[in-house]
C-alpha cells in the first residue's frame, strides 16, 4: 500500500512534532523577539528594524487595532501590501490582538478585491497607496470600516522616506489618483498606539489565524481556513526539518517572494524569524538587475523561490558574480522545480536547488527533499514530520507503490475547511480526514512522491494557480464574447501559460481588444498570452465544453513549435 507516515534519511530530523509545544503564533513570536531583541529582523530599501523594534511597533500596532478601532478577537483584517517594513509590523500586530489576518494581492483587479472583502467579512484593510485607487472602486460595496494607509517609503530612515515617496508618486507616477475618505495613517498609529493598553487575546489551536485565499483544486477564490495550530504545527515541522543546517540569530534570508504568498508567509516570515534570521525584503523582485544589486550588499545564506525566479536570477549575468560562499539553503517551492533550472544553479551556486512541495490548504509544506539531497531528482520530496501521504483513487481507496492517483495528505497543517462553504470542504476532504490536493502523482518504497499531472484543470502560472473556470466567467462577461475555454500550455518562463479558445458574438472582436479587457478584470499572471478564435467549442453531448480536447490540441502545436 502506498501510505507514508514519515521517512526520512537524515537521522537529525525527528520523525513528529509536538504541537502542543507553543499554544498559538504569538508564543513563538514573542519568544523570538525575547531572545533576539537586539538582532536585525526585517530589512528594505536601506532600513533595518530589529525584533526588538518589531516587537514594539507591532504591540503598538495591536493596541490600536483593540482599543482605537474596537476590533475584537475574530474580526477579519485585510493586508495589502509588497514586500515592505509596514507587512511584518501590520501582520504580527493583527495576530497579537486576535484578529484574522485576510492576505490580498495588491495587484488585485477591483472585481477581485471586492471579492475578497465581501466574502472575508474583513472590517479593516491596511493598504499601500498604490493600491488605494483600486479600493476606492469597491468599497461602497464592501464591510471594510477602517482603512489604514501607508506609502512605500513610510518606515524608511530620513530623509530616505520623503524621497522615496516622491519619487514613486511624482516621477515615477506609481500611484494613480485616488479619493477615499477618513483613512487612517499608518505611521500616525505606531506614534498614538499605547502598548500598555493591549491586552493578550487568549488565543488556541482551533482558533483561526488566516482566511488565505486560493482557488482550491477548482472554481472561483475562496478561503482556506488556517487556525493557529494549522500554522503552528507547519512552523515546527520545516524547522524541523531544517534546524541542523542553519544557526540561531546568524542567518540572512533573502525574501523576493511576497509575503501574502503562503510559502513566504510560513517558510519566511515564520519559520525564519523563529530562528533568529534577518529577512531582506525584495519589493519588486521582477526587476532583476535591482534584485541582484541588493543580493550583492549580503552574504546571504538562504533564499527561497520559484523555479521562473530561479531562472530570471541565472540569466542575470551579474548573479552568477556573487558571493555564494555563505550560501545554505536554497529552496523551491509554488510550482516545479525544473531539471535545467536545478542544474544550472548547482553548477553557477555550488548549493543543490531543494525542491518543496505544498498547498494553501496544508499551510503551506507537506513534502520537502531532505536538506542532504546533492542533486536534482525529481522528486517533491518525502512528507514532513507528523505527516501522512497516501495515493488515492477517485473512491479514495489506497492505490499499490509506484501507481498513479491522487496524493492526499494528512497532518495537524491541514487546513480547517474552506470559508462559509462546506460543500468545497466536503469535495477536498475524505472521510478518513486526508485532504484531496487535485495532484496526480505516484511514491517510490523509499517514500519519495513524484507529480506527474494535475488532476483538474488548474493552470500553474510563475507559482500562482490559475483556475479556467473564473477566467472563463469574467471573459464571457464581455458583450462580444459568445463562448469562451482556457487551457495552459508549456511555458519556460512561467511554467504554463494561458491560452484561450473563444467564440465571437460579434465579429468585430479583436485579440488585442480581448486581451485588454482582460488586463482591466484580472490580475497580470491571468491574463491569456494566446488567443485563438473558433467557430465552434468541441462539447460532450450534454453541452459540456471538452477543454481537456483542446489542451491536448494545444499542445501538440506546440510540440511542433
Excluded at 507587512?87 to 492576505?103: E, H, Q
Excluded at 470600516?145 to 511624482?170: A, E, S
Excluded at 495552459?488 to 481588444?513: H, N, Q
Amino acid at each position: 500500500m502506498s501510505k507514508v507516515w514519515f521517512k526520512n534519511y537524515d537521522p537529525g530530523v525527528p520523525h513528529t512534532i509536538d504541537v502542543n509545544e507553543f499554544k498559538n503564533i504569538t508564543e513563538i513570536l514573542e519568544y523570538g523577539f525575547t531572545k533576539f531583541a537586539h538582532r536585525p529582523a526585517f530589512h528594505n530599501m536601506g532600513t533595518t528594524l530589529t525584533f526588538g523594534q518589531i516587537d514594539v511597533l507591532s504591540r503598538r500596532f495591536a493596541s490600536y487595532l483593540q482599543n482605537d478601532l474596537g476590533l475584537k478577537k475574530g474580526d477579519r483584517i485585510a493586508i495589502m501590501m509588497p514586500n515592505i517594513l509596514q507587512y511584518p509590523i501590520a501582520l504580527f500586530g493583527a495576530l497579537r490582538a486576535g484578529l484574522v489576518v485576510v492576505n490580498v494581492n495588491p495587484l488585485y483587479t477591483p472585481r477581485e478585491l471586492e471579492h475578497q472583502m465581501k466574502d472575508s467579512g474583513a472590517q479593516a484593510i491596511v493598504i499601500f497607496a498604490n493600491s488605494a485607487h483600486t479600493l476606492e472602486k469597491v468599497l461602497k460595496n464592501t464591510p471594510v470600516k477602517h482603512i489604514i494607509l501607508t506609502q512605500i517609503g513610510d518606515m524608511l530612515n530620513f530623509p530616505k522616506n520623503l524621497l522615496v515617496n516622491f519619487v514613486i508618486k511624482n516621477v515615477k507616477k506609481m500611484v494613480p489618483a485616488f479619493n477615499l475618505e477618513k483613512t487612517i495613517d499608518f505611521k500616525s498609529i505606531l506614534a498614538s498606539g499605547d502598548p500598555t493598553k493591549y491586552k493578550k487575546p487568549d488565543m488556541v489551536h482551533d482558533d483561526i489565524a488566516f482566511l488565505q485565499y486560493t482557488g482550491g483544486t477548482t472554481g472561483v477564490a475562496k478561503g482556506a481556513i488556517l487556525t493557529q495550530g494549522n500554522i503552528v504545527a507547519n512552523m515546527l515541522q520545516a524547522r524541523a526539518w531544517i534546524k541542523n543546517y542553519i544557526a540561531d540569530g546568524q542567518e540572512i534570508l533573502i525574501t523576493p517572494l511576497p509575503l501574502y504568498h503562503i510559502f513566504s508567509l510560513t517558510a519566511n516570515c515564520f519559520v525564519f524569524c523563529s530562528v533568529g534570521a534577518l529577512n531582506i525584503l525584495i519589493t519588486n523582485p521582477r526587476d532583476i538587475p535591482g534584485f541582484v544589486k541588493e543580493m550583492k550588499k549580503w552574504k546571504f545564506t538562504a533564499i527561497t523561490g520559484v523555479n521562473t525566479l530561479f531562472n530570471g536570477l541565472l540569466n542575470n549575468a551579474d548573479f552568477r558574480n556573487l558571493d555564494f560562499s555563505g550560501l545554505k539553503v536554497a529552496l523551491g517551492g509554488g510550482m516545479a522545480v525544473q531539471k535545467a533550472v536545478a542544474d544550472r544553479w548547482r553548477e553557477v551556486t555550488g548549493r543543490p536547488l531543494i525542491e518543496a512541495y505544498g498547498l494553501t490548504e496544508t499551510s503551506p509544506a507537506a513534502c520537502i527533499n531532505p536538506m542532504t539531497l546533492k542533486d536534482y531528482n525529481g522528486f517533491i520530496g518525502l512528507p514532513i514530520p507528523s505527516t501522512e501521504v497516501e495515493i488515492k483513487d477517485d473512491d479514495a481507496k489506497t492505490v499499490p507503490i509506484g501507481e498513479v492517483g491522487e496524493l492526499c495528505i494528512r497532518g495537524p497543517q491541514v487546513m480547517k475547511g474552506y470559508w462559509m462553504r462546506p460543500d468545497e470542504t466536503e469535495k477536498v476532504m475524505t472521510t478518513d480526514h486526508f485532504f484531496r490536493t487535485g495532484d496526480l502523482g505516484y511514491m517510490t518504497p523509499e517514500g519519495y512522491v513524484k507529480i506527474v499531472d494535475r488532476k483538474k484543470d488548474m493552470i500553474l502560472v510563475s507559482g500562482f494557480n490559475v483556475y479556467p473556470n473564473e477566467l472563463e466567467d469574467v471573459i464571457c462577461q464581455n458583450a462580444k464574447v459568445l463562448e469562451c475555454a482556457a487551457v495552459g500550455i508549456p511555458d519556460e518562463k512561467s511554467g504554463e501559460a494561458i491560452k484561450i479558445y473563444v467564440v465571437k458574438r460579434d465579429d468585430s472582436l479583436t485579440k488585442e481588444e480581448l486581451i485588454e479587457y482582460c488586463r482591466k478584470n484580472m490580475t497580470s499572471y491571468k491574463v491569456p498570452r494566446l488567443v485563438e478564435f473558433r467557430t465552434e467549442l468541441p462539447k460532450t453531448n450534454v453541452g459540456k465544453i471538452l477543454r481537456k480536447d483542446l489542451r491536448a490540441e494545444a499542445l501538440k502545436e506546440h510540440q511542433k513549435g
